[in-house]
């Protein structure tokens, strides 16, 4: 679960992290108004669930509050484009209005999941700003990584060791072990997967804060944090996402033209990559689940049929707890609602397979039935190539 910059500014200065002053705007005017109160000169950023915004000119230095209106004219309703973003890019609603900050230094400093070693890990470079990634790529030895061990926790002794590796030193160097703590407090409590600061800069003045932060929270935590949904802003979101998400799906746009529903998310990402290597593109990753009902079945198909970009369907399902039969009511079901004329391709197997398949042929779709994963991968791409 993504959230904006400035609600993880307000999360990062709840556990004491610095952060600069700072006000969400939503209209023009509200940027003049807030940028008159930091004294006149002020940083003015759009607020988008993507990186990359300064690169994308959505971050803007204002001398003057006049200046910090104008850039809210440009910003309010224009569409950014980054790498995270696709080329469909995002629309701004939100602008967040910072005070303008001397910066002496810049650094990179984030703790998220190591999928290696299922722990926390901290990630820090003497190197932060909008380059970190090309750095990542050129220049790895300058990333250093620090694994938290899950039992005892960041010490102080680590966090230290990572300071001192960024070159920081004196006070400087135990406000960032401060940090790095809390940071890591942070992520336990709020369930967090990834927390970012980059960059994170020491001020002219001497002082460590928080310039940009990016916080992304574990979904199968969400119960715990009743207030995370309202943190959400659905105008980021995929209006396809958003109907998955009422019932209870797993669902990602993509890029293809093939529809794909498949039950398990590890059967899903081998039918992805067979899609791949058969030269096919998967329009979504979407999975319903081990024991979905035939009501539940027929809305991801629904959900399916509603991306434009679809124009062939593949279904793959291993039924286990889920029947075979209900797969195939719930696919009848929406089609059927939705008048589906496009091409289908379903592979089945397991729970009454039988009955499954029977009821597909009955259908009046334009369906076609295969027992193994590779036939039905071929027929689906070479249906759509041949179209």
């Given at each position: 679960m993504n959230i904006h910059e400035y609600q993880a500014k307000e999360v990062l200065s709840s556990f004491g992290i610095p952060v600069p002053r700072g006000r969400v705007a939503l209209t023009a005017d509200q940027v003049e108004r807030t940028a008159r109160e930091m004294g006149g000169r002020c940083v003015v950023k759009?607020?988008?669930?993507?990186?990359?915004?300064?690169?994308?000119?959505?971050?803007?230095?204002?001398?003057?509050?006049?200046?910090?209106?104008?850039?809210?004219?440009?910003?309010?309703?224009?569409?950014?484009?980054?790498?995270?973003?696709?080329?469909?890019?995002?629309?701004?609603?939100?602008?967040?209005?910072?005070?303008?900050?001397?910066?002496?230094?810049?650094?990179?400093?984030?703790?998220?999941?190591?999928?290696?070693?299922?722990?926390?890990?901290?990630?820090?470079?003497?190197?932060?700003?909008?380059?970190?990634?090309?750095?990542?790529?050129?220049?790895?030895?300058?990333?250093?990584?620090?694994?938290?061990?899950?039992?005892?926790?960041?010490?102080?002794?680590?966090?230290?060791?990572?300071?001192?590796?960024?070159?920081?030193?004196?006070?400087?160097?135990?406000?960032?072990?401060?940090?790095?703590?809390?940071?890591?407090?942070?992520?336990?409590?709020?369930?967090?997967?990834?927390?970012?600061?980059?960059?994170?800069?020491?001020?002219?003045?001497?002082?460590?804060?928080?310039?940009?932060?990016?916080?992304?929270?574990?979904?199968?935590?969400?119960?715990?944090?009743?207030?995370?949904?309202?943190?959400?802003?659905?105008?980021?979101?995929?209006?396809?996402?958003?109907?998955?998400?009422?019932?209870?799906?797993?669902?990602?746009?993509?890029?293809?033209?093939?529809?794909?529903?498949?039950?398990?998310?590890?059967l899903a990402m081998a039918t992805l990559d067979m899609l791949k290597e058969y030269g096919g593109e998967p329009a979504n990753f979407l999975d319903v689940g081990g024991g979905a009902s035939k009501e539940r079945v027929a809305e991801a198909f629904k959900i399916i049929l509603q991306d434009s970009d679809v124009k062939g369907v593949f279904v793959n399902i291993f039924g286990g707890i889920m029947r075979c039969d209900v797969i195939a009511q719930g696919i009848i079901d929406a089609a059927s609602e939705v008048g589906c004329t496009l091409p289908i391709v379903v592979r089945m197997d397991g729970t009454l397979v039988e009955e499954g398949r029977r009821l597909l042929l009955e259908s009046g779709l334009d369906v076609q039935y295969t027992d193994y994963l590779g036939d039905g991968v071929e027929k689906i791409v070479k249906m759509l190539q041949e179209s």
């Open positions: 759009a607020q988008i669930y993507a990186g990359g915004r300064g690169k994308a000119g959505g971050v803007r230095l204002a001398d003057n509050p006049e200046k910090a209106l104008e850039a809210g004219k440009d910003l309010f309703g224009r569409v950014l484009i980054t790498p995270q973003t696709g080329p469909e890019g995002l629309v701004v609603r939100r602008l967040l209005v910072e005070e303008a900050v001397e910066i002496g230094k810049e650094f990179y400093l984030s703790i998220t999941l190591d999928r290696n070693t299922s722990r926390y890990c901290i990630i820090a470079s003497a190197e932060g700003g909008m380059d970190i990634e090309e750095l990542a790529a050129k220049s790895p030895e300058k990333i250093r990584m620090l694994p938290i061990d899950p039992f005892v926790g960041l010490r102080s002794y680590e966090a230290r060791k990572v300071a001192l590796g960024l070159g920081l030193q004196g006070r400087i160097c135990e406000d960032c072990v401060r940090l790095m703590l809390n940071l890591y407090r942070c992520c336990m409590e709020k369930d967090c997967s990834l927390v970012e600061i980059n960059p994170l800069v020491v001020t002219r003045a001497g002082w460590l804060l928080a310039m940009d932060a990016k916080i992304n929270f574990d979904d199968n935590a969400i119960f715990r944090h009743q207030d995370y949904p309202e943190m959400l802003d659905y105008t980021q979101m995929d209006p396809l996402e958003i109907t998955a998400s009422e019932f209870d799906l797993s669902y990602i746009k993509l890029k293809g033209n093939i529809g794909c529903m498949v039950n398990g998310a590890g």
